[in-house]
């Protein structure tokens, strides 16, 4: 999409070395990419809170019974 604004100088020079972009288009895809890339890792982690997880006690646990059924089932 082609787009026109106006963006100060030092923010955009700050961007440029930042990113390490050659061009002015390559230093705002960069940013907003970055952007973008920050705010769903965001919400991610935000999310983390509702996943019933199982612990790890919960975990070794379960392959302690997983080993002992194997070990009767095998004799």
Not at 38 to 56: C, E, H, M, P, Y
Not at 61 to 75: C, N
């Amino acid at each position: 999409m082609k787009t026109t604004i106006n963006i100060p100088d030092a923010t955009l020079a700050d961007t440029m070395r930042f990113t390490g972009a050659k061009t002015k288009r390559e230093a705002v895809v960069k940013a907003l990419e970055d952007f973008n890339r920050q705010q769903k890792a965001k919400r991610l982690v935000a999310s983390f809170g509702t996943w019933d997880i199982a612990s790890n006690d919960e975990i070794e646990a379960g392959d302690i019974d997983e080993f002992a059924g194997a070990s009767h089932r095998s004799r």
